[in-house]
């Protein structure tokens, strides 16, 4: 898969991402020349971190707003619930979140988790953390970056983590984020149990979907595990821009990332 990201921080900084989408990233983070069809296949992994990164502004409201919310160390900690090989394995793009917002992250930890990693990474890597290089920039400012995949569902790593001598990898994150989900489809009953623990962890979630009418069925089925909705469904500025066939319709296409919608702790009784 092609992937590109940035060196280094932005500067100046946006205090929030651009309403314009791609257009107003790309003339303040400019991507090295390239034809549109290149481009438009950089986003469809260019799209994870910036969409999340999108997802933590609005859900902290700024940039020093999400600072305030990390721990001690300063390492945002994101799950990726969910994962397959649409974002994994990852790449060196997720450094953009570091990029893009302020000096006090000091570090990214990104989990990876779901069955279908166990499809794609081998069984030893289960639950490691495996730091990676960063940029010249960030490694100047002591800024770290460090992937670990999971390979069960998510909350069945909740329960486990802290008797396989890893209790540290099941500590609260500043963000969870199910690209694609499809939470409302097919695998509903699968994604049961891990939707009541996230209602009940109180961390911004965020939900992406294909459609508008997938979101839209998602959102109920967030709703109906009790879940809060912080954000109404919208379409994502920075979705993928790969235009993807749908095979059972004629001149159909959807997108990764297309619409996301943002969910928040338990609804309070008679909401």
């Known amino acids: 898969l092609m992937s590109w990201g940035p060196e280094g921080p932005a500067s100046p900084m946006f205090r929030e991402l651009p309403d314009a989408g791609w ?3 790309c003339a303040w983070r400019p991507a090295p020349p390239c034809a549109p069809a290149v481009w438009t296949l950089l986003t469809k992994r260019l799209s994870q971190p910036i969409t999340v990164l999108h997802g933590l502004l609005l859900a902290y409201g700024s940039g020093q ?3 305030a919310a990390l721990p001690p160390s300063g390492v945002l900690t994101v799950h990726v619930v969910g994962a397959s090989s649409y974002e994994v394995p990852p790449d060196g793009s997720w450094e953009e979140v570091l990029h893009l917002l302020p000096p006090g992250v000091r ?8 069955p279908q990693v166990a499809d794609i990474i081998v069984e030893e890597d289960d639950m490691k953390v495996l ?13 770290t970056r460090s992937f ?3 390979m069960h569902p998510y909350h069945d790593f909740l329960a486990q983590a802290p008797h396989k001598g890893v209790a540290h990898l099941a500590d609260k994150p500043t963000f ?5 989900s499809g939470i409302s489809e097919e695998d509903r009953p699968l994604w049961a149990p891990s939707l009541s623990a996230l209602v009940d962890s109180g961390v911004p979630t ?4 294909y459609t508008p009418g997938e979101s839209k ?15 109404e469904p919208r379409i994502n500025m920075y979705r993928s821009l790969e235009a993807i066939k749908e095979p059972s319709e004629v001149d159909s296409f959807y997108y990764h990332n297309h619409i996301f919608f943002i969910g928040r702790g338990r609804c309070d009784a008679g909401r």
Request: proline share 0%; aromatic share 12%.
């Open 206 to 209: 965020m939900f992406t979907s």
């Open 65 to 67: 707003g999400v600072v």
């Open 131 to 143: 730091n990676k290089a960063v940029c010249t920039v960030c490694a100047a400012a002591g800024r």
């Open 148 to 150: 670990t995949f999971v």
């Open 217 to 231: 069925g998602d959102v109920e089925a967030w709703r109906q595990a009790g879940g809060a909705v912080v954000c």
């Open 176 to 180: 969870v984020v199910a690209f694609n």
């Open 107 to 114: 570090g990214l930890h990104v989990l990876f988790i779901g």
């Open 23 to 25: 257009q107003d990233y």
